[in-house]
């Protein structure tokens, strides 16, 4: 899923890369994770899965109250999604469950 040919390949499109960087796939939880492994720092790409819509929902909610200094990301940057990006870094969107 994160570590699959289809991200390999948008991630090495965006970054100009000339192959594939190197990934660690990781899973817990219902969590899914691919380290993208970079000359500049590691990509980290996750994807929680939920039971159900409102599961994910209250779920996402949770994560930005907890994020530091969380503002939401509007406009074409959400890809039409809830999202919100927080002081150390990461972008999180809600899409399904």
Known sequence: MVCGDQPK????????????????????????????????????????????????LKFFDAMQALAKDATPIAGLANLGFPAYESADGSAVFHKDS
């Open 9 to 56: 390949e948008r991630v090495r499109s965006i970054l100009d890369l000339d192959a594939d960087p190197h990934t660690i796939k990781d899973s817990a939880d219902s969590t899914f994770t691919c380290t993208y492994h970079l000359a500049e720092g590691d990509l980290a790409i996750s994807v929680q899965e939920a039971a159900n819509q409102p599961t994910a």
